[in-house]
T-cell receptor, first 110, second 114 residues
Framework: LAKTTQPISMDSYEGQEVNITCSHNNIATNDYITWYQQFPSQGPRFIIQ???TKVTNEVASLFIPADRKSSTLSLPRVSLSDTAVYYCLVVSYNTDKLIFGTGTRLQVFP | NAGVTQTPKFRILKIGQSMTLQCTQD?????MYWYRQDPGMGLKLIYYSVGAGITDKGEVPNGYNVSRSTTEDFPLRLELAAPSQTSVYFC?????????????FGEGSRLTVL
């Protein structure tokens, strides 16, 4: 299982773009990267999943460089409601175990 | 759609008591997971199941048991509750894997052991 490393916390202001980077140095060839968002007192919610290059949906973009040893979740123009914990997860063809890391606590200020 | 339903939402147990946390999903998902989340911490995988009749240990299985007799249900049993099991428990399911697709989480069950 690829271990992930993320910053513990980040601060931002409303309207700014936020980039959260996740390191996964021992990612395997067929592994995917997935990001989840968790609000207080709620279960995590799926944001985006990707394998390489760039993936974009209505909520976020995911950038994965060619070596795939890291990935960056990009949140455009954050609002107060984006204050949450964000988890990077590596999912694998080789195991059904899904291990969450410690996540990044994002605080958005007015 | 109900999605993933957990009961109870809150429970207080005395040390040494036992209880079962219920988890039901109506999405016909094969993959189901139990996580615990201590205050201010990340999620820890307790047990998971890839289909009816198949379960496996996660990161922190000690003190817990699971069963998966149907596709829909994945109950988590706590035997001899201890204060260290005070936590919020989340059940999740996924319709695909491996690799896992989107995980759908329940609202959580908050357990306090006194």
């Amino acid at each position: 299982l690829a271990k992930t490393t993320q910053p513990i916390s980040m601060d931002s202001y409303e309207g700014q773009e936020v980039n959260i980077t996740c390191s996964h140095n021992n990612i395997a060839t067929n592994d995917y990267i997935t990001w989840y968002q968790q609000f207080p007192s709620q279960g995590p919610r799926f944001i985006i999943q990707g394998y390489k290059t760039k993936v974009t949906n209505e909520v976020a973009s995911l950038f994965i460089p060619a070596d795939r040893k890291s990935s960056t979740l990009s949140l455009p123009r954050v609002s107060l409601s984006d204050t949450a914990v964000y988890y990077c997860l590596v999912v694998s063809y080789n195991t059904d175990k899904l291990i969450f890391g410690t996540g990044t606590r994002l605080q958005v200020f007015p | 759609n109900a999605g993933v339903t957990q009961t109870p939402k809150f429970r207080i147990l005395k040390i040494g008591q036992s209880m079962t946390l219920q988890c039901t999903q109506d999405m016909n998902h094969n993959y189901m997971y139990w996580y615990r989340q201590d205050p201010g911490m990340g999620l820890k995988l307790i047990y998971y199941s890839v289909g009816a009749g198949i379960t496996d240990k996660g990161e922190v299985p000690n003190g817990y048991n699971v069963s998966r007799s149907t596709t829909e249900d994945f109950p988590l049993r706590l035997e001899l509750a201890a204060p260290s099991q005070t936590s919020v428990y989340f059940c999740a399911s996924s319709g695909t894997g491996p690799p896992a697709g989107e995980l759908f989480f329940g609202e959580g069950s908050r357990l306090t052991v006194l």
